[in-house]
């Protein structure tokens, strides 16, 4: 079964934490995208990649597909980068699988 | 550019009934996909469009349709509605999922 786990599923944190957001996956994608939704529901793409490192601006996107893991660090976080983080992932079907999310709160 | 535009954002309707949602995407992109969002499944793949044709579908009953008009519009339509159908649709515009999705705001259904 094509599986996609996050971790942690809640992670609160001081404003300028380094923060890191782990996703896995169990067989081999095409490509994986880290997802932003805020309260309200609207959800905004950070990232798409399918090997190496991605940096935009405080946020880096990593992937390792050897070891099929992702992760999503945020640098010097703001209250401003409270949401859910989403991992999901493209296998052979094209159809992207989601992760359960991971709460991010960031506290002053 | 306007972004991903969803109408209406939020419908109340009851058991039985059907509903019509639309999504006009990002001008110049082709493919439209749907996805189902609930508190107890998460994000779901619903379907995805490109160039007026179905390409992918998710794992929903038949009660779950869609269809892509030529302008690259989309609409989603949920026949006999059930209770469990209640959850936020969100529509994504762009390439292939392999490629950056653009989402809408969604429209928030809840099923009385």
């Known amino acids: 079964k094509n599986e996609v786990e996050q971790s942690p599923q809640n992670l609160t944190a001081q404003e300028g934490e380094f923060i890191t957001i782990n996703c896995s996956y169990s067989?081999?994608?095409?490509?994986l995208h880290w997802l932003q939704q805020h309260p309200g529901g609207g959800i905004v793409s950070l990232f798409m990649l399918s090997s190496g490192k991605k940096k935009h601006g405080r946020l880096i996107a990593t992937i390792n597909i050897q070891e099929k893991h992702s992760s999503l660090h945020i640098t010097a976080s703001h209250p401003r980068d409270s949401a859910v983080y989403i991992c999901?992932?493209?296998?052979?079907?094209?159809?992207?699988?989601f992760g359960t999310g991971t709460r991010l709160t960031i506290i002053p | 550019k306007a972004g991903v535009t969803q109408t209406p954002r939020y419908l109340i309707k009851t058991r039985g009934q059907q509903v019509t949602l639309s999504c006009s995407p990002i001008s110049g992109h082709r493919s439209v996909s749907w996805y189902q969002q609930t508190p107890g499944q998460g994000l779901q793949f619903l379907f995805e469009y490109f160039s007026e044709t179905q390409r992918n579908k998710g794992n929903f009953p038949g009660r779950f349709s869609g269809r892509q008009f030529s302008n690259s519009r989309s609409e989603m339509n949920v026949s006999t509605l059930e209770l469990g159908d209640s959850a936020l649709y969100l529509c994504?515009?762009?390439?292939?999922?392999?490629?950056?999705?653009?989402f809408g705001p969604g429209t928030r259904l809840l099923v009385l």
């Open positions: 994504a515009s762009g390439g292939r999922a392999q490629e950056t999705q653009y």
């Open positions: 999901a992932v493209t296998f052979g079907n094209e159809k992207l699988t």
């Open positions: 067989v081999g994608i095409s490509a």
